[in-house]
């Protein structure tokens, strides 16, 4: 695990960067990815958006529910 490179390690990106990553990404496959990521992780991802895109993107993690640990290790690996 060590060696591995992880999801929350995106954090560790610059703003630009993790602004980049995230035009090229799914706003669905983003926001599964974020509903089973820690609270820190998802700040940092929240902040390195628009205050309409955070919004919408919560809105719509709200609006999908519970779902299964499988599917937020598959989002993240996306």
Do not use: C, H, W, Y
Not at 10 to 21: R, V
Not at 40 to 59: E, H, I, W, Y
């Amino acid at each position: 695990r060590e060696l591995m490179f992880t999801f929350e390690d995106l954090t560790k990106l610059d703003p630009g960067s993790i602004q980049t990553l995230m035009r090229q990404i799914d706003k669905d496959t983003l926001g599964r990815a974020l509903k089973g990521a820690p609270e820190p992780v998802r700040t940092f991802f929240f902040s390195n958006m628009s205050s309409r895109a955070s919004k919408n993107l919560q809105d719509e993690m709200a609006a999908i529910g519970p779902i299964r640990l499988k599917d937020v290790d598959e989002a993240q690996m996306k």
